[in-house]
């Protein structure tokens, strides 16, 4: 999927774990950021490197430890880190590429082969759906 695709699709993903609209901004904001960070693998094996559940949980800690350490004591921001990385991997298992879930410890590439990951009608389809979801949150915090 196209990078502004797992963006919208983190965001709005994110929105949902706030318990109050400035958490759920702030969630919303990590997970749509993190969203993108599968796709830094592209010259080192892509969908291979960042694209699995090994480097999510690794790079998830490494956020828990990193904010402890600083003194911010705030759960939710690896939370976002970890849905928003998820996000990318389980919307990257449509392409027909797949993602290599168990990576380095399996070469077993995961598809559901629904399309290309350049797809206009996928890229389109999904980013609706996230828009949805986002003003639905959204107006839920107005009402």
Not at 11 to 26: C, E, P, Q, R, V
Request: zero cysteines; hydrophobic letters at 55%.
């Amino acid at each position: 999927m196209k990078g502004v695709t797992h963006l919208l699709l983190g965001a709005a993903i994110g929105l949902y774990i706030g318990y109050d609209a400035l958490s759920s901004i702030t969630a919303s904001m990590v997970s749509g950021t993190s969203a993108l960070i599968p796709d830094l693998d592209l010259h080192l094996g892509h969908r291979k490197t960042l694209h699995n559940i090994f480097a999510l949980a690794v790079f998830t800690i490494m956020v828990s430890i990193i904010l402890d350490h600083i003194g911010v004591r705030n759960e939710l921001i690896p939370k976002a880190v970890a849905l928003g990385w998820l996000t990318h991997i389980l919307s990257d298992v449509l392409n027909i590429q797949g993602v290599y879930l168990f990576y380095p410890f399996s070469e077993y590439s995961i598809s559901l082969k629904i399309a290309r990951s350049d797809s206009m009608v996928l890229n389109i389809l999904v980013s609706l759906l996230s828009i949805i979801l986002i003003v639905l949150r959204i107006l839920q915090f107005t009402y």
